[in-house]
């Protein structure tokens, strides 16, 4: 009885991992021959079904998929595929080009490619060595991507240094910032680039700080009229500081509008509402929460249930009606996450 799927074969000199999935015992067997002799390591299954797990346990670079199959057809097997893995490179095999998908579902389902089959399969094989080269290509890009992802966390943990030894305050209270937003976001739902974004525009939020003159920034009475004036200028100087760096460009409505007011009466534009930028909304909330939460040197911290009292009046007036009770829900009914970030940055 024929095995379903044919021994692999590992080749150390070539790193990419072709598997062909056809039910014609015969496609695969050739296929075998013409991979293994160009060096590719092959795996061939005969069965869809099975396919579809052993991409879901192994990893692959490549794919060569029949269409016609049994118990299901090729598109088929790439719906279910692309539901977990979105970077295997597909080619689907079809018997005649009058049997192929519509260029809707091959476009919808990310299929690199197509083509008839053939005895000598001279134009898949050349198929084969155009999809390697574009993902090396994509490799050697992935690579170059977390090359720059490294340098921007390196410029930002350097940006935080410089706040941190300015106003010791700032390094435990950014940091909670941050991660009241990112909890906060969840809950409502934010998708994940925004997440990210929420995170690291909590860790820079105060970093216009830099520029308030220290006996203004660490002063422990109360301050002035214009040394109030003076710290309201931290936002904008923040942004400015940021906007030459285009790896920032997404946290600086953060930083620049967390002190907004939905009523319109905060600071830096006076923006009103669904004018504020719905992330800086966010920050403004974590923002607000942990400097009535933390002690500062002027005062110990407020009780919690004096936060909420400030935060629920607060609705409407300094904050969006909307993210207040869902923060209040959080308040409520997961304290428990708050505390745990409280515990961690003490």
Do not use: W
Not at 123 to 131: A, D, K, M, N, T
Request: proline fraction near 3%; aromatic fraction near 8%; charged fraction near 30%.
């Amino acid at each position: 009885m024929r095995k379903n799927m044919q021994t692999q074969q590992i080749n150390t000199e070539n790193p990419y991992k072709i598997i062909v999935v056809d039910d014609e015992g015969g496609i695969v067997d050739s296929l075998s021959i013409f991979l293994k002799r160009s060096g590719y390591s092959f795996t061939g299954v005969t069965d869809p079904v099975e396919a579809i797990e052993k991409v879901r346990n192994e990893h692959f670079d490549l794919m060569v998929l029949d269409f016609i199959m049994t118990p299901i057809h090729g598109d088929e097997v790439v719906e279910e595929i692309r539901k977990f893995n979105k970077d295997l490179y597909i080619l689907l095999l079809t018997g005649h080009k009058d049997l192929a998908p519509p260029l809707e579902t091959i476009r919808r389902l990310e299929i690199q490619g197509y083509c008839e089959k053939s005895d000598k399969f001279d134009q898949l094989l050349l198929l084969i060595e155009s999809g390697i080269k574009s993902i090396k290509q994509m490799k050697e890009i992935s690579k170059i991507n977390d090359e720059l992802e490294k340098a921007y966390l390196e410029s930002v943990e350097t940006l935080r240094y410089t706040v941190e030894v300015k106003d010791t305050y700032t390094r435990g209270h950014s940091d909670r910032v941050s991660e009241y937003s990112v909890l906060l976001g969840k809950k409502l739902g934010v998708k994940q680039s925004e997440i990210n974004t929420l995170k690291v525009g909590g860790l820079f939020h105060d970093i216009g700080k830099i520029g308030v003159p220290d006996n203004i920034l660490l002063k422990e009475t109360k301050l002035s009229e214009s040394e109030y004036s003076e710290i309201k200028n931290h936002p904008s100087i923040g942004a400015h500081i940021l906007s030459n760096a285009t790896i920032f460009k997404d946290i600086i409505p953060i930083v620049k509008h967390h002190h907004e007011r939905y009523d319109g009466n905060g600071y830096p534009s006076r923006l009103k509402g669904e004018e504020i930028p719905y992330l800086a909304r966010i920050t403004s909330i974590a923002d607000s929460f942990d400097a009535m939460s933390s002690r500062r040197t002027y005062r110990d911290s407020l009780p919690l249930e004096k936060v909420k009292e400030e935060l629920r009046n607060g609705a409407g007036k300094q904050f969006d009606p909307k993210m207040i009770e869902v923060f209040m829900d959080i308040l409520e009914n997961d304290y428990e996450e708050i505390k745990a970030i409280q515990e961690k940055y003490k």
